[in-house]
């Protein structure tokens, strides 16, 4: 009888033991499942942040095109402007001059008139 009762008790051992294996195991590959779900989200996340970044990125370099070329555009605007103003002041300086000119030979022949008189 207590040969029986000592092998019955050494099944449920073993039982239990296999049982304790089966149990350990589900529980490793639940844990190594999770862990896999786990590195993939961050793969995913790090993937999202990089493309974020790109984007970011390029939009700057527009952005940043942009207002190259809108500086570029203004400081033309302003070299045409001086430009023009320099034309104008010449063109001015010469009427200036021609009626300087003018007054002169005006004032020369008033006195060869008078002169003459």
């Known amino acids: 009888m207590t040969k029986l009762k000592e092998k019955r008790i050494e099944e449920e051992n ?16 639940t844990e190594k499942a ?25 939009e700057e370099k527009q952005r940043k095109s942009k207002m190259e070329d809108e500086r570029k555009i203004k ?8 430009i023009e103003e320099v ?8 009427q200036n001059l021609q009626e300087i ?7 020369i022949e008033e006195q060869k008139k008078i002169d003459n008189i």
């Open 14 to 29: 073993r039982a239990r033991k296999e049982l304790d294996k089966i149990h350990k195991k589900r529980i490793a590959e």
């Open 34 to 58: 999770r862990l896999d779900r786990l590195a993939e989200s961050r793969k995913l996340i790090e993937k999202k942040i990089r493309e974020e970044e790109e984007i970011r990125l390029r």
């Open 75 to 82: 400081a033309s605007e302003t070299r045409k402007l001086q």
């Open 87 to 94: 034309i104008k002041s010449r063109e001015n300086e010469r």
């Open 101 to 107: 000119e003018e007054r002169k030979l005006k004032e």
